[in-house]
């Protein structure tokens, strides 16, 4: 990928600067994704599963402690651990056509990143992924330009990478669905991979190498608003199929190119779906209020989690698998031991409904965003 040097100004914005109150072409898929080609054929393997159902609180080991919060949002319709940079220094939040880079350590901006894009104007940021220590893979929408005559139609989703110690454009700006695409884009940070839903199918695209591919389903002739894919690239989950009555959702097997099972217990509406880092584990987060914990590849339900007073819009496990962070309608993000059940602590600073929560890749964090505002905790340990 050559290098595409475009000058932007880094420049706070309008507003004055983001607002931080510190603590008190051929397309080819990887190996790992190869298993993703074609399924097809309906095999529903129902049987019904035992479960435990938590709700007990243990003394955690650690703590954990306000450590900023931030104008602007992380992803709010996948998961925002991309956001987080590799080796968990900085977090990377978005502010309409602004990119703030927060300093983990010491709680403070470290940059303010404003990229432009050529004959695009009023630009609109959805996410800010890490996809290399210094780079930055961004979506965004805007307003084409037209020469003379100001803003034209709006653009399709643009996906690009940005250089963040240059401050410029490293590559191109590729645009997302821009030719019949029907759902919107996804990123999955654990595989690098943005899709999107389109005709039975899930096209594919990797930024850092711009391959790609096209998982077709042929059994699955309505939209999945939601889908997630194992990091292993084994399985495929997708929930709130369009016109589909039951909330559970349906497990594809990539290998065998079939439905074989489904989570079944779910009492409304499935909102988020997550992997554990191993592909062992699924955690799903539903507006009937619950976390529910999950064994790959036998579908078993073996874990509840319960103590939302309202949906909860998402939950992940750290990096390890040992713990799971959830955060929901009741503004609350709570942290669970994943082995358990056992609830280790609620964090209640937000004052805003939460839509997505992630931990840092060392798991020393945990970040969680409303729609307009990012909040961080630090883990600090028992008697330190």
Not at 296 to 302: G, T
Not at 319 to 324: K, N, R, T
Not at 357 to 366: H, I, L, M, R
Not at 374 to 381: C, G, K, S
Request: net charge neutral.
């Amino acid at each position: 990928m050559s290098r595409n040097g475009q000058a932007v100004e880094a420049v706070s914005g309008r507003g004055g600067d983001p607002a931080l109150v510190t603590r008190s072409n051929k397309r080819i898929l990887p190996a790992a994704l190869a298993a993703l080609a074609a399924a097809s054929g309906l095999v529903v393997a129902v049987t019904l599963r035992g479960q435990i159902e938590s709700v007990a609180t243990s003394p955690p080991q650690f703590t954990w402690v306000s450590h900023g919060r931030l104008e602007g949002h992380l992803a709010l319709n996948y998961s925002p651990a991309g956001a987080f940079s590799p080796d968990s220094s900085t977090l990377a939040a978005v502010i309409e056509d602004k990119v703030v880079l927060m300093n983990l350590g010491a709680a403070d901006i470290r940059k303010v990143l404003r990229p432009r894009v050529e004959r695009v104007t009023e630009l609109q940021f959805q996410s800010a992924n890490y996809v290399a220590p210094n780079r930055l893979f961004l979506l965004g929408n805007g307003l084409f330009r037209i020469k003379g005559k100001g803003a034209g139609g709006a653009t399709p989703t643009l996906a690009f990478e940005w250089d963040a110690d240059q401050d410029a454009l490293f590559g191109k700006v590729n645009t997302v669905g821009a030719a019949g695409g029907i759902g919107p884009p996804r990123y999955f940070p654990q595989i690098g991979y943005l899709a999107f839903y389109k005709e039975s199918g899930f096209d594919m695209w990797q930024p850092m190498t711009g391959r790609g591919g096209r998982i077709n389903v042929p059994s699955l002739t309505r939209q999945p608003n939601l889908f997630e894919f194992s990091p292993d690239g084994q399985w495929l989950l997708l929930a709130q199929i369009a016109a589909t009555s039951t909330p559970d959702p349906v497990v594809v097997a990539m290998r065998e190119h079939q439905f074989v099972d489904s989570l079944r217990g779910h009492q409304a509406t499935v909102l988020s779906m997550s992997f554990s880092r191993d592909s062992k584990h699924v955690v799903t987060a539903c507006e009937d209020g619950k976390v529910r914990i999950w064994s790959v590849p036998d579908w078993k339900l073996l874990l509840t989690l319960t103590g939302h007073n309202g949906p909860v819009h998402w939950a992940e496990f750290s990096a390890d698998g040992s713990w799971v962070v959830s955060g929901g309608e009741d503004k609350t993000v709570r942290i669970w031991s994943s082995q358990d059940g056992s609830l280790a602590q609620t964090l209640e600073e937000s004052r805003e409904p939460i839509r997505t929560v992630a931990f840092s890749p060392n798991g020393a964090f945990v970040a969680a965003s409303s729609e307009q505002v990012v909040l961080v905790w630090q883990r600090t340990f028992s008697g330190q």
